[in-house]
């Protein structure tokens, strides 16, 4: 059957794409990501893919936490 992209929905409900400040490591989203599509069972895109439509969806930048990878200009929204 057609896969559902999950993306656009993990993104919408998962992250606050209005926070200047925020940084979130990248290895860090994609985890959550994964996470979200097993508990929902959605299919998993790679990391290639997830970061390309990231970007996308998010108009978020790119930046790196020490020598970590990370996005910038976004959070997670349900922080605990």
């Known amino acids: 059957g057609v896969q559902t992209c ?40 790679n990391q290639i893919k997830f970061g390309k439509y990231f970007f996308a969806i998010t108009g978020c930048g790119s930046k790196r936490k020490g020598t970590i990878p990370a996005y910038a200009g976004v959070s997670f929204k349900n922080r605990e």
């Open 6 to 45: 999950a993306l656009p929905i993990f993104i919408y409900q998962e992250i606050d794409c209005e926070d200047d400040e925020g940084v979130l490591k990248k290895r860090d989203v994609y985890k959550k990501y994964v996470k979200y599509c097993k508990e929902n069972r959605l299919y998993i895109d």
